[in-house]
């Protein structure tokens, strides 16, 4: 949610380069590539810079040699766009940063490719970062040998490789979910058919391992992303008819966060106001569970009040309900009755005067980060050693009851339904 303009996937990855498969080296101008190499190291230092922010006192010397490997070992490689390999590790650790986490994460984002794409091994990767650095590498090294297109068999015993690796150090997966993010926010530099597979694997894996993860920022834009490959005609028809809707929508929104935040201000709620208009694959997931026209999708707007604790979420909840009357049915609370991801908020729909129904979400800061990051939100790290609250332990608790519950199971076939059912 943002009051500004809603970026459909298309304006989100701009002209980054392509993900999959092995670099290939390229030919190119060198004066070109030294044009190239100063927007690169440009991005890099606002990285240090956006990672000092997030954690002042996490040493940050192990980000800048992590990218100096990165750098030496990537050399002449290219992505299937033309642009330099490096991009991609920046745009992983990018992504993580965004996340907030520590700086051992950021390094083992630059380096994830490193003993798979170079000739860097794992015993290089600990002698130089250190132990922690080296077991993440590995993890995401492991996980990116998974061909989850395959026969039951082998892809059963590759998803429970994936989930041992979670339990071992969640920042794995943190990290393979970043990677795919910037290769979805890439794919169009595939060819067709490897598009799709790459595609539907995120939406069958992936957009639900970020889910149940609780990352709903990185699972919304996987989804998006990965719908237009999948099923590019429905794509293509929400798309178009959200953009009929999309300037009265817009305009609409605005008033009610002018309405609402005057509101707030004469009953002295300190609080914050987003808006949304709702993401394209959530519009087509809801228009097939229920049976519904593009029309019927009451939700397709929503305001976001982001207050300061859980009294003033109920104090907006009723100031919500004097200003616009609700829709019966449509009461949800997520604060007392958490989701199983530890996803909370109340939500209501409600109508306002002119006969637009819109969605209203009201949490705490601290429930918005959760929502929107998940576990990542929780995932704490000090002085190179982990410390890990009894939230997130309960986070890890359903990985660990798949693992030990898949030990006793014979048909792979079995086994991956129920995982695909808990993740969903």
Not at 211 to 218: A, E, F, P, W
Not at 352 to 359: A, T, Y
């Amino acid at each position: 949610m943002a009051t500004a303009r809603h970026l459909e996937p298309a304006e989100v990855h701009g002209a980054s380069p392509a993900p999959e498969g092995k670099a290939q080296p390229v030919v190119r101008d060198p004066s070109q590539r030294a044009i190239d190499r100063q927007a690169i190291d440009h991005r890099f230092e606002a990285l240090l810079k956006h990672v000092h922010a997030n954690r002042p006192s996490d040493d940050i010397s192990l980000v800048r040699k992590a990218w100096e490997f990165c750098v030496r070992h990537h050399e002449g490689q290219m992505r299937a766009s033309g642009e330099p390999y490096i991009i991609h590790p920046l745009e992983v650790a990018e992504v993580l940063a965004e996340m907030k986490m520590d700086s051992t994460s950021i390094a083992a984002g630059l380096l994830h490719d490193s003993v798979e794409d170079t000739p860097a091994t794992n015993e290089e990767i600990e002698a130089g970062f250190g132990e922690q650095v080296a077991h993440i590498v590995e993890g995401v090294t492991n996980i990116d040998k998974i061909e989850f297109a395959n026969r039951e068999d082998r892809q059963a015993e590759n998803v429970r490789k994936m989930l041992l690796a979670m339990v071992s150090d969640v920042r794995v997966v943190l990290i393979k979910l970043a990677d795919r993010l910037h290769n979805m926010r890439t794919l169009e530099h595939l060819k067709p058919e490897r598009r799709e597979s790459i595609a539907r694997e995120t939406l069958d894996i992936y957009a639900p391992l970020a889910h149940r993860l609780g990352m709903g920022k990185v699972r919304g834009e996987l989804e998006d992303l990965a719908f237009r490959y999948t099923d590019p005609v429905s794509y293509e028809q929400v798309a178009a008819a959200v953009e009929v809707r999309r300037t009265e929508g817009e305009q609409f929104l605005r008033s009610v966060e002018d309405t609402l935040i005057e509101q707030l201000r004469e009953n002295n709620i300190p609080a914050r106001v987003e808006w949304r208009i709702k993401r394209i694959y959530s519009i087509f997931q809801k228009q097939q569970r229920s049976k519904v026209s593009f029309d019927q999708v009451y939700d397709l707007l929503a305001i976001r009040v982001i207050t300061q604790d859980v009294a003033a979420c109920y104090a907006v909840f009723g100031l919500i309900h004097t200003l616009w009357k609700p829709v019966p049915g449509r009461i949800k609370d997520f604060i007392a009755m958490p989701r199983a991801n530890r996803y909370q908020s109340l939500h209501t729909t409600v109508m306002s005067p002119s006969g637009h129904q819109f969605e209203v979400q009201i949490r705490t800061e601290e429930m918005h980060r959760i929502a929107e990051e998940g576990i990542a939100a929780h995932w704490k790290y000090k002085a190179g050693s982990g410390v890990v609250t009894a939230r997130d332990e309960e986070r890890l608790n359903w990985i660990r009851q798949l693992v030990e519950w898949q030990k006793e199971m014979t048909d792979p076939n079995e086994f991956l339904s129920s995982l695909k059912m808990d993740l969903y």
